[in-house]
């Protein structure tokens, strides 16, 4: 599971920076999350290819989560997709796309899977084979959704040199690191766990923009790998967050360190300031191990 770091900023962008959207690769999948303006220069500028993105998460209606979408699923025809495209997304900002699509006579090559989501509580949105995504409740000014999403079942590894000794054909390996006996050359049973070894642990990343602290948000963030936390304001600004529903870096913090996460990333910083070390600095002094959102970054979880 790797993430990109599309956007950094809040609601106003600015040169070279853009609104909050990142892109997640987990498993041959693509997922965007929120879809900011000038989203598809931010794609291939981080040369992920447009065709290649399976599901985009929208978490909220406001402008600076979604500006982009019409132009991304608008160019995805121009280019003649074929391939089915899934959008998650408040019922507002799907009737917003269906009413572009009508309005304007938009034409699509490709099937458009448009879900509204209506959930005040944690639910399962997706799943498959490899993982899941969960959309969760924030506490914000409009109707909004975080994310959680997790890896399943993450394959046991073989031991080649013990696979090889008990004389098991190759094209039984996978059945193997799947936790399931197989016959060998000479029709005796190999138990799976004498050649292989328990698999990496399955990773978790949670997204939570925009959105006012709450308890509520630990049980859904609870010991994820990496956390998605929005800090729009500094804590010296607290009064403004509370007025507008966000988080401060104390906010995100607190929420990093009661959630037991492994690693905090920051980001949807407001236009306000310029000095980015000061979130940094604010966040590490309650929860140490922080990343700071900045177009183009990658991190591995
Ligand atoms: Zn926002
Ligand atoms: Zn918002």
């Not at 997922?31 to 992920?48: A, V």
């Not at 492994?262 to 140490?288: A, C, M, T, W």
């Amino acid at each position: 599971m790797n993430l990109t770091i599309l956007g950094s900023q809040g609601a106003i962008p600015k040169i070279g920076m853009y609104s909050t959207s990142l892109l997640l690769q987990i498993s041959k999948y693509n997922i965007l999350i929120d879809c900011c303006e000038g989203i598809q220069f931010q794609l291939r500028k981080n040369k992920i290819r447009l065709s290649r993105i399976e599901i985009i998460l929208i978490s909220h209606a406001h402008g600076d989560h979604y500006f982009g979408l019409i132009g991304l699923i608008s160019t995805l025809s121009l280019l003649k997709r074929t391939k089915k495209l899934t959008v998650f997304c408040p019922t507002s900002v799907l009737k917003i796309i269906q009413a572009h699509i009508k309005f304007s006579q938009m034409k699509l090559n490709y099937e458009l899977n448009l879900i509204g989501l209506t959930e005040n509580k944690m639910i399962n949105i997706f799943e498959n084979d490899a993982f899941f995504i969960k959309s969760f409740p924030l506490n914000h000014s409009i109707y909004t959704n975080g994310f959680l999403i997790k890896e399943k079942f993450i394959k046991r590894k073989l031991i080649l040199e013990k696979a090889l000794h008990f004389d098991i054909d190759k094209i039984y390996f996978n059945k193997l690191t799947k936790g399931q006996n197989v016959l060998n050359s000479k029709g005796v049973e190999i138990n799976y766990l004498d050649v292989t070894i328990e698999g990496d642990k399955p990773k978790s990343f949670a997204y939570c923009s925009d959105t006012a602290y709450n308890d509520d948000l630990i049980n859904y963030v609870q010991d994820v790998d990496l956390l998605y936390c929005e800090t729009t304001f500094l804590s010296n600004d607290q009064e403004k967050a509370i007025n507008t529903l966000h988080s401060t870096t104390a906010d995100a913090g607190k929420l990093a360190k009661k959630s037991n996460v492994k690693q905090l990333l920051i980001g949807h910083f407001s236009s306000r300031y310029d000095n980015y070390d000061l979130f940094l600095k604010e966040v590490s002094e309650i929860f140490p191990r922080v990343i700071l959102s900045k177009e183009g970054k990658k991190i591995d979880i």
